[in-house]
């Protein structure tokens, strides 16, 4: 369990008006995959009936993983999405309601928008599955851009729009927030951008979901302009695009904040990976708490390329991609060769464990009640579907 980066003071959290360091230690583990072929994005999560299940995508056709635990999934029958007015689509983002009812939202590439080209301009949807997840239904665009198409853009896959995105509700269940990457328009406004639903418009989404725009959230979320809180350094109609993109959030509660992962592409075509980065808020309301983004990974140290797609898992039973505690494997394009643990949170540091964890598997799965170890002390697209590293 080598440290492969530390980083102190990896964001300054606000708390009464006081400034603090919280750290992370993120160090090697024995390499686990998702059992998927193919990972081309996020993949969520969520809990039924004891069994995990997680959904990922290539844009032909969602896939489902069932598992007892994040480590022992298994490939389970294709969900079933209706009308299929909107493939190519990824499922990105999924939530449990308390009443079993799932709800997810997708990543949708129409095609023909820029003529014979193969650029497109990706849109937002919604979906409800009323059978624990086998079965969707397509509750249409939620976010969609209002920005001109840029068919000479030089990114080689978009000519605009709104997608590569996650969504999680906030813990007083007001809102809905999506974390979404906007492709198109001003140079100013590109970037990973914010918009947000009413918790009880969930099933009935349409039209209810606004934007982020010059501090406000009166933004309509289809046609209506954005401000990012991320802006492009280079905008992405150019093609060495310099810009973080494909956020995916979730809840920390030993931080109690959000913390959000993302990649960077930057300076070259292609969408050149240039590494994994990570930022928290505390309050996803309030534009200006954002933190500066810490380097995760650079680029030559995933192993794979390209090393798109990061998400932090929570292992603990009951953990998703959208909520954990203070351990999170990291995964990169369902391969996850790396774990984080947080500190200066709101919890006190676990002892030493009682003995080495059983490789890829988190010791807390064999037995919940034992403590997470703590790290040894560190040293002072849509891209077309790509080969699985």
């Given at each position: 369990m080598d440290p492969v980066v530390a980083r102190s003071a990896l964001f300054l959290a606000v708390s009464s008006g006081c400034l603090?360091?919280?750290?992370?230690?993120?160090?090697?583990?024995?390499?686990?995959?998702?059992?998927?072929?193919?990972?081309?994005?996020?993949?969520?999560?969520?809990?039924?009936?004891?069994?995990?299940?997680?959904y990922t995508s290539t844009g032909a056709q969602p896939m489902a993983m069932t598992g007892a635990?994040?480590?022992?999934?298994?490939?389970?029958?294709?969900?079933?999405?209706?009308?299929?007015?909107?493939?190519?689509?990824?499922?990105?983002?999924?939530?449990?309601?308390d009443d079993g009812r799932i709800f997810a939202w997708y990543h949708h590439e129409p095609s023909g928008v820029c003529g014979s080209s193969a650029l497109t301009a990706p849109?937002?949807?919604?979906?409800?599955?009323?059978?624990?997840?086998?079965?969707?239904?397509?509750?249409?665009?939620?976010?969609?851009?209002?920005?001109?198409?840029d068919c000479a853009a030089q990114n080689g896959f978009f000519a605009g729009g709104h997608g590569d995105f996650s969504v999680i509700p906030d813990t007083s269940r007001q809102y809905?927030?999506?974390?979404?990457?906007?492709?198109?328009?001003?140079?100013?406004?590109?970037?990973?951008?914010?918009?947000?639903?009413?918790?009880?418009?969930?099933?009935?989404?349409?039209?209810?979901?606004?934007?982020?725009?010059?501090?406000?959230?009166?933004?309509?979320?289809?046609?209506g302009p954005v401000t990012p809180v991320f802006p492009a350094t280079i905008p992405w109609n150019r093609?060495?695009?310099?810009?973080?993109?494909?956020?995916?959030?979730?809840?920390?509660?030993?931080?109690?904040?959000?913390?959000?992962?993302?990649?960077?592409?930057?300076?070259?075509?292609?969408?050149?990976?240039?590494?994994?980065?990570?930022?928290?808020?505390?309050?996803?309301?309030?534009?200006?708490?954002?933190?500066?983004?810490?380097?995760?990974?650079?680029?030559s140290e995933i192993g794979f390329a390209p090393g798109y797609y990061p998400q932090l898992w929570g292992s603990s039973l009951g953990e998703t991609d959208s909520a954990a505690g203070q351990a999170v494997r990291l995964y990169v394009k369902g391969v996850s060769s790396w774990e984080i643990l947080f500190t200066g949170g709101a919890e006190a540091p676990p002892p030493a464990p009682s003995r080495d964890p059983v490789p890829g598997i988190d010791p807390r799965l064999e037995n919940p009640s034992a403590s997470f170890p703590a790290p040894p002390p560190p040293p002072r697209r849509r891209r077309p579907p790509f080969p699985q590293p």
């Open positions: 603090y360091p919280q750290d992370f230690v993120l160090w090697t583990r024995p390499e686990v995959r998702l059992p998927a072929p193919i990972v081309d994005g996020n993949s969520p999560g969520v809990w039924i009936d004891g069994q995990l299940r997680v635990t994040v480590f022992q999934l298994g490939m389970t029958a294709d969900p079933v999405v209706s009308p299929r007015d909107h493939y190519p689509l990824w499922i990105e983002a999924a939530w449990r309601d849109r937002i949807g919604a979906l409800v599955s009323d059978d624990g997840g086998r079965t969707f239904r397509d509750l249409g665009i939620v976010l969609a851009s209002g920005d001109p198409l809905f927030y999506f974390l979404f990457t906007n492709y198109g328009g001003a140079a100013d406004a590109q970037g990973v951008s914010l918009a947000r639903m009413a918790f009880e418009d969930r099933a009935n989404p349409a039209g209810k979901v606004w934007k982020l725009h010059a501090d406000r959230w009166e933004s309509a979320g289809v046609g093609p060495n695009a310099e810009s973080f993109w494909g956020p995916s959030v979730h809840w920390n509660s030993y931080l109690l904040r959000y913390v959000v992962v993302m990649n960077r592409a930057c300076c070259a075509a292609n969408w050149q990976q240039e590494g994994i980065w990570l930022t928290s808020n505390h309050d996803l309301n309030n534009p200006f708490t954002w933190q500066t983004p810490q380097k995760l990974l650079d680029d």
